[in-house]
């Protein structure tokens, strides 16, 4: 059998040569990807934070926000929403179908065993348990028509934090830091006190998909008085010089950094640096921060500070002040988790509302004389509103058909009601304002457009509002 020629030759260059000689070619490509590498990685290196302040996308109303969290959901007809007709009609059925209920059935219409009474220019009726917050009805924006879409706590909760109710989504506190930034580069953007431990937890207030620098920064939760309740910040301050800190980690953010260059663009790590080099810079700023020994004795007492029941939301109240003066760009303060009412109303309502008003009260007053109410946004409420009909002889279910929310300052009509329960407080009726309508009108007066701040992720781009929302215009001053 003849067999096949065997040829033989060396080869000009080898493969390695051919990729180093060709100018147009694959080593032109690496080189561009390695520079973009490069690139990436010295930006990871930059000093400029995430957090710098932004420009807003038009001319805002408002710098910042503090959101008054009522946990449990307030009764709206025993708050803010007077109906005569609940109070004529007390204990007959009724007139029209209910909508689901949440827990255990409920029985006839239960009149509000509050007092209402109109107050200010406005005429606006609140229940006898706010005292102090009804000196300030000049100043409030009341919604009357909010609604939501879920009759749960955690959902519910989760839809007034983020927009949705059945998926992890990123905060409003960390939308609007995310959008804007923050004015003060040795705090975080968005400071929670006290937040829940229940009901949703943390997600109502992190980042989710988000980079993590924008999550909201806890101190303490539900369970720790405020005055407890500290900024977190790096451990051992006192026992090792700043010096000995800085190099530490100035040498971790080198590692990190290499990290980067190789593996290119990583959220996690990059929040990761960043949170290490904002506790650091906290040393100095978190500490006179919290001790409120410079604030005058009025100020305290105005606040509730020297009360046993109101000190630890006063606190909270008065905090959320020192915080936005000094550039934070959202506070939450929560009084958790005491509104749930499906008992024992009259008792309950009445504590918690004692706990809360004059705070509340001094806070609107102490920003009103200060001259930051105008640029700040306050918004009060909890995760939904209760039934005008009872549950038990003395309670209340969950009601997301119709309740109560307020605003106040930045860029909102004082002294105004806006939509409209039905006679007797169960669903709106009239103007009504869903919680996508009320994160559309937030970012708004802070100068962003809802439909426009976005976050490509998994492939969709992401917002508060979803597909949803529209802007409450006749609310806008």
Same mark, same amino acid.
């Given at each position: ?27 032109? /490509? ?29 001319? &805002? ?12 959901? &307030?009764?709206?007809?025993?708050? =803010? ?32 065993? =509050? ?54 989504? &990123? ?93 290119? &663009? ?56 020192? =915080? ?118 937030? /970012? ?34």
């Amino acid at each position: 059998m003849p067999q096949k020629p065997c040829y033989s030759f060396t080869p000009v260059f080898n493969r390695r040569d051919l990729l180093k000689m060709s100018a147009a070619g694959f080593g032109s /490509l690496a080189l561009a990807g390695l520079t973009s590498e490069e690139v990436r990685a010295d930006a990871a290196r930059s000093k400029v934070s995430p957090l710098a302040a932004k420009p807003a996308q038009f001319e &805002p109303k408002a710098k910042r926000v503090i959101f008054l969290f009522m946990h449990g959901g &307030p009764s709206q007809v025993d708050t =803010f929403d007077y109906k005569p007709l609940l109070e004529r009609d007390h204990g007959k059925p009724l007139p029209f179908s209910k909508p689901r209920v949440f827990s255990a059935p409920t029985g006839n219409l239960l009149k509000s065993p =509050f007092q209402f009474k109109q107050y200010g220019e406005s005429g606006a009726w609140v229940s006898d348990i706010f005292p102090h917050v009804a000196k300030q009805v000049d100043d409030l924006c009341i919604i009357n028509g909010m609604h939501g879409s879920n009759s749960r706590h955690g959902g519910a909760l989760l839809e007034l934090h983020t927009g949705s109710d059945t998926f992890v989504r &990123p905060s409003m506190g960390s939308w609007i830091t995310y959008g804007l930034g923050t004015e003060n580069q040795d705090l975080p953007g968005f400071i929670t006190m006290c937040p829940t431990l229940t009901h949703g937890g943390v997600n109502a207030y992190s980042s989710a998909f988000l980079p993590a620098i924008y999550s909201g920064t806890p101190l303490g939760n539900a369970s720790i008085p405020s005055d407890q309740a500290k900024i977190p910040f790096i451990e051992n301050a006192e026992k090792q010089s700043r010096h000995l800190q800085r190099m530490e980690l100035d040498l971790l953010r080198e590692m990190n950094s290499d990290q980067l260059a190789l593996t290119g &663009p990583d959220n996690v790590l990059e929040s990761r640096i960043e949170s290490f080099e904002l506790a650091f810079r906290m040393q100095s700023a978190a500490p006179e921060l919290q001790n409120i020994g410079d604030e005058t004795e009025a100020t305290q007492k105005l606040y509730g500070l020297d009360q046993p029941a109101t000190r630890n939301f006063g606190r909270q109240c008065l905090m959320a002040r020192r =915080f936005i003066e000094r550039g934070v760009r959202f506070v939450q303060c929560t009084h958790s988790y005491k509104w749930d009412q499906h008992g024992n109303l009259k008792a309950d309502h009445s504590k918690n509302a004692m706990e809360v008003d004059q705070p509340i009260a001094a806070l609107l007053i102490d920003l009103k004389a200060r001259g930051l109410l105008e640029d700040t946004l306050i918004l009060w409420g909890g995760e939904f509103g209760r039934t005008p009909v009872a549950q038990g002889d003395d309670g209340r279910d969950h009601n997301p058909q119709g309740y109560t929310m307020w605003l106040a300052g930045a860029g909102v009509k004082p002294g105004i009601r806006y939509g409209k329960t039905d006679d007797y407080g169960y669903y709106a009726v009239e103007d009504k304002v869903h919680l996508h309508d009320l994160h559309a009108t937030m /970012l708004h007066l802070l100068g962003l457009d809802h439909l426009k701040l976005t976050y490509k992720y998994a492939g969709r781009d992401f917002r508060l509002t979803d597909v949803h929302g529209e802007i409450i215009h006749d609310i806008l001053a």
